[in-house]
Nanobody
């Protein structure tokens, strides 16, 4: 009965910032990794960022590296995504995900076992 709940989405202008948060509950064991994916209209689900839960090592998609920062709070079972210098192409529904086991690639969406409901991020020009 794992539940992931995202929050923090909204409408901003290009160049502005947003901070997304994901709260996890019902986890029997600590996940190996947690990640953020996004999906824009008529596009495939896209990897954004992931973090090794134990060590806190982050991984980023090239398109967001240098602008986004992923972090986690082990005690609080939360993961956040700080998004700076937002661009219109960042517009998408952002999803939080948790992987129970070790994925070969952090960007493999099918390796994540639990997903949140998503939160809309819209960046206007």
């Amino acid at each position: 009965q794992v539940q992931l709940v995202e929050s923090g989405g909204g409408l901003v202008q290009a160049g502005e910032s947003l901070r997304l948060s994901c709260a996890a509950s019902g986890l029997t064991f600590s996940p190996f990794a947690m990640a953020w994916f996004r999906q824009a209209p008529e596009k495939e689900r896209e990897f954004v960022a992931a973090i090794n839960w134990s060590l806190g090592i982050p991984f980023y998609a090239t398109s967001v590296k240098g602008r986004f920062t992923i972090s986690r709070d082990k005690a609080g079972n939360t993961v956040a995504l700080q998004m700076n210098s937002l661009k219109p192409e960042d517009t998408a529904v952002y999803y939080c995900a948790a992987a129970r086991g070790r994925p070969k690639y952090y960007s493999d969406s099918y390796k994540y076992d639990d997903w949140g409901q998503g939160t809309q991020v819209t960046v206007s020009s």
